[in-house]
């Protein structure tokens, strides 16, 4: 288990007491189930009619992959349910507070009974646990987590500060997360849809208007630019619209768009000397390049890249 799952392992256990020592519960298909001992805040584990649980109402995910989830069906078909999911109850019915996946894939597998904890709370502290657990599954799309960050603060009243705290993240890690909320929703749908990563997201949020987000989203994904590429166009953006009529004079015609190899250009040069590179270029392809470096070891380590290709 990496470092980062284990740090945010932090806010589920701030929630539900009893996990293992490093804070974090162990993944679906783990070989090991905790004892009703190292679980102190829940019941023993009971085997519940699987007719008599309801999904949860304050699921946080609304996308469950269905090749993982026929995955898991199998596996339970042959080796049962490992880890037991979490419910609370609610008068002779229960409801999921975590582990509606497996849920799922029980139902699928055609258990009758499912094993489960039972954790009393009420309808916020249910949301809570809800949403902390999701938000620290790997598989979430940002789209996801961000969505999961707006409810907390609207639905259960905390603060961005509380909620990193919660969640073991860090506040500007949160406050990026809820920025891609800003953003047109075609936009958003191509960050569910993985067609553009976070990073490509920090660079369309750099710009103001929806227009030209939109723009530089459809160009990023038409051309499949990377990160650096994507942050070039938007600064080349910005700088235009901040020089004196667009960065062009009355008389002038705007300029015609940089082909793709000399944004290329820039990302790979750029990386010796923190971008702080830039280019200018003429209808007729004339131009020239300005590199600004701030130590000699940047220029001994571009002339090494440099003679290395030779």
């Not at 891609?180 to 075609?186: C, R």
Request: aromatic share 4%; proline share 4%.
């Amino acid at each position: 288990m990496s470092n980062k799952r284990a740090a945010l392992g932090k806010g589920l256990g701030a929630l539900i007491s009893g996990l293992d020592q490093t804070g974090t519960a162990p993944a679906a298909g783990t070989a090991s189930v905790r004892t009703p001992a190292a679980v102190p805040a829940l019941a023993s584990i009971n085997e519940i009619p699987v007719d008599k649980i309801s999904a949860n109402p304050y699921q946080p995910r609304s996308n469950f992959d269905e090749q993982a989830l026929a995955e898991l069906t199998d596996s339970i078909r042959q080796l049962g349910i490992i880890q037991p999911i979490t419910v609370r109850k609610i008068g002779l019915r229960y409801q999921i507070i975590s582990g509606e996946r497996r849920f799922k894939a029980a139902k699928a597998a055609g258990l009758e009974t499912i094993p489960a904890y039972i954790k009393e709370t009420d309808d916020q502290g249910m949301l809570e646990m809800a949403i902390v657990e999701n938000i620290q599954r790997e598989d979430l799309d940002a789209i996801e987590v961000a969505l999961s960050f707006q409810r907390l603060m609207d639905e259960c009243h905390l603060t961005q500060d509380s909620m990193a705290d919660k969640v073991g993240k860090k506040r500007a890690t949160v406050a990026n997360y809820l920025r891609l909320l800003k953003l047109p929703a075609e936009i958003q749908v191509c960050i569910r849809d993985k067609k553009i990563s976070m990073g490509h997201a920090k660079a369309i949020l750099s710009l103001t208007e929806p227009e030209v987000q939109l723009g530089l989203c459809d160009e990023i994904v038409r051309k499949g630019l990377s990160v650096r590429a994507a942050e070039a166009k938007a600064q080349a953006i910005l700088k235009k619209a901040a020089a004196p009529n667009g960065g062009q004079k009355e008389e002038e015609k705007p300029m015609a768009e940089l082909p793709d190899s000399y944004y290329r250009v820039l990302e790979i040069v750029g990386k010796y000397f923190g971008n702080n590179i830039s280019l200018k270029r003429s209808e007729q392809g004339k131009g020239s390049i300005t590199i600004q470096f701030s130590s000699d070891a940047e220029v001994e380590s571009f002339l090494k890249a440099i003679e290395g290709i030779n």
